[in-house]
């Protein structure tokens, strides 16, 4: 007996930790992650970053979780904004005495409220044609925005100043380090509610009428009430992300709910991974860093962004957490070191031709958008002349010998790959 009482609370704490570990090593990285990238840079980049999880995570309730492609989801962003942003000129002038910081709140009611109007006749119809009823109620709400400029204060939307209001515990909101913590804390906040919902049982039929929503209708649930539970959850945590982005710069505009804002949501979920719940988080963090930090070394950042979209929609479907996970029968079977030398032996020269690629890229663009004559242009800290011939030829030779040399690697990373993930073969290769 005191044997058993020894080994069930051992087995409960290990459960514990494995359960509550994840959630405390999140928040410990939100509370230290200012102090490693202090700049006024790096607490935009992560303010931004903090937005664009909650909202692409809302865009993964409706495709990862319920299988509904939408091209219009950033309505409800950008009307958690817009009415974020009324409120907040309401606190100014004092006709509603309330804190700056449950903004995201009305901003998340507002999205429900549009969503449920909007989800009670779209979620009728599913694949195609809800696609394109999201794509049509996302051009009308942003056309709207453009007509009824009392609302949405047409091309120059609507202005606010967060610092205003009741401040608690001394917070006015006015240094972006208070923003970035109040971002922070409903990150973890929405990030642990959608996950729980994700549990739950309307979660878990979501995903069973994204797999098969005959199989649900004959086991007597609702494909249409299932969507539409889904897609007023996915309003809501919009609406929250916008309200957010209301505090954060102060002002919403029609760009905020247009399609352009929804195709970029669209490509933060494919990138990271809509299989995955942690997949749309890491595909809104690389979006970030990719708009923040690669357009201050380029101009056309945007071209590498749909790049890397297309590519992993052709050759990686599960994005890159997919690519991550992949990797999980290797590490189990602790094959992993065996797959470090064919990954460098394909890695270097693949990337070789990438940069080959990406030479080519820049100069094109250089020799189009500058004037005639100007070739000189720096690139990786190099000063040449794109008119020349020689950075022409050298481009074109690491593109060229670069992918050669990679294709005839292939063969043996996928045998090595092969090995190292097939419990059935040992690490020699032979069959057991």
Known sequence: MSDMTKIVPAGASRSSLKSFGPWIFFVILLMVMPHIFSSNAGVYTMNLMGI??????????????????????????????????????????????????????????????FAIIIGSFST??????FAMISLGVGELMASSSLIFVAFFGGEEGVSGDRTSGVHWFGLSL????????LIAAWVFVAVALMYLFSR??????????????????????????????????????????????????????????????????????????VGYFVGPIVGAIVFTLL??????????????VGVLFVLTVMYAPQGLTGIVMMHTP??????????????????????????????????M????????????????????????????????????????VAR??????????QIATNPNVSREGETL
């Open 52 to 113: 664009f999880i909650i909202f692409a995570l809302s865009y993964n309730m409706l495709l990862g979780q319920g299988g509904m492609l939408s091209f219009g989801h950033a309505v409800y962003f950008g009307m958690g904004g817009f009415l974020s942003v009324h409120f907040m000129n309401y606190i100014e002038e004092g006709i509603i005495p309330m804190p700056m910081y449950v903004l995201p709140i009305i901003g998340g009611l507002f999205g429900l409220l």
């Open 124 to 129: 009728r119809r599913a694949g195609t044609v």
């Open 174 to 181: 006015g240094p972006d380090i208070q923003v970035y913590y």
């Open 200 to 273: 739950t049982p309307a979660g878990r039929m979501a995903n069973a009428v994204r797999d098969n929503d005959e199989r649900a209708e004959f086991i007597g649930y609702s494909q249409r009430q299932v969507r539409f539970v889904s897609f007023c959850a996915a309003g809501f945590f919009a609406g929250i992300a916008g309200g957010l982005f209301a505090i954060n710069f102060e002002i919403v505009t029609e760009e905020n709910l247009n399609a352009l804002t929804s195709g970029t949501v669209l490509l933060m979920a494919f990138i990271g991974g």
């Open 291 to 304: 708009q923040s930090i690669l357009s201050n070394y380029t101009d056309i950042w945007q071209l590498y």
């Open 330 to 363: 290797a590490w189990r079977l602790k094959r992993m070191g065996s797959l470090i030398i064919p990954y460098v032996r394909i890695g270097v020269p693949t990337l070789v031709m990438l940069a080959g690629i990406i030479g080519f890229l820049e100069m």
């Open 365 to 404: 663009h250089h020799v189009r958008s500058e004037a005639v004559g100007e070739g000189s242009m720096s690139l990786l800290g190099i000063e040449f002349d794109a008119l020349s011939v020689i950075p022409w030829v050298i481009v074109g030779a690491l593109a060229i010998v670069g992918g050669i």
């Open 408 to 417: 005839t690697q292939y063969p043996q990373f996928r045998e090595a790959w």
